[in-house]
């Protein structure tokens, strides 16, 4: 069987090196070509450690203004980088376009990354939810198919009444930012707990700090985050 990369189409190479078949590393099934990965930009080298980007000092300014604005920082960590052609076309594909068997190029290594972070016998990992709507017209949730291997929780739900009232003439983009987008369901689970946030991308982090103000309500001991990209 020629297996394909999922994103270039061409064939991919499976012979397997020599230095590969004594050397102690688990076989990592391949999903898309060499050059393909070669385009996505790795988060490598010093991060903010607020948000988890590229950036020489310690906090960069967004990070600043949410610790102005009282928040405790997530302490966001990012695998790759959003500002990236590959990485866009790979969302473009994958979240707007529907292709869902694309959740198989980040998946394993999106949840062993999650995994070795933050350990699941400590931590609780909380899915960000996607508006139903979008995952109606798409078929499935985004985030879910990139972490389908892990168990998480699904505390968090689109707040639908408040998508409903459709009359304001902010798009939703704007009640986003200003609005909580969210509702906890059964908050007597989170009290306690460490968690850990999931999402596809950290963009600018509004979405990821509205789940955060729930949970701290709810008592919840210690928050973080994880994005595929930032
Ligand atoms: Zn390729
Ligand atoms: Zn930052």
Redesign the pocket.
């Given at each position: 069987m020629n297996r394909k990369c999922l994103l270039c189409k061409r064939d991919l190479d499976y012979s397997l090196s020599l230095a590969w078949i004594f050397s102690l590393e688990p076989f990592k099934e391949k999903f898309i070509c060499d050059d393909c990965q070669s385009r996505f930009q790795r988060i490598d080298g010093p991060?903010?450690?607020?948000?988890?980007?590229m950036?020489a000092s310690q906090?960069?300014?967004?990070?600043?203004r949410?610790r102005k604005m009282g928040k405790p920082?997530l302490d966001?960590q990012a695998l790759y980088c959003y500002h990236n052609e590959a990485m866009r076309d790979y969302f473009e594909q994958y979240k707007f376009a529907g292709d869902y068997y694309l959740r198989k190029v980040f998946q394993a290594e999106f949840q062993q990354f999650i995994r070795q972070k933050y350990p699941q016998r400590k931590w609780k990992y909380c899915i960000i939810p996607v508006d139903q709507h979008m995952v109606n017209e798409r078929g499935f949730n985004q985030v879910k198919g990139l972490t389908a291997k892990l168990k998480t929780e699904q505390w968090l739900v689109m707040d639908d009444e408040r998508h409903r009232v459709k009359q304001s003439h902010k798009n939703r983009a704007e009640r986003m930012q200003t609005q909580q987008p969210f509702i906890l369901q059964s908050p007597v689970k989170v009290k306690n707990q460490s968690v850990v946030l999931i999402d596809d991308i950290y963009t600018t982090?509004r979405t990821l700090y509205h789940a955060q103000d729930l949970l701290l309500k709810a008592g919840a001991a210690e928050i973080r985050s994880v994005t595929l990209a930032r």
């Open positions: 991060t903010c450690k607020g948000c988890g980007r950036c906090y960069c300014a967004d990070c600043v949410w920082l966001n982090g």
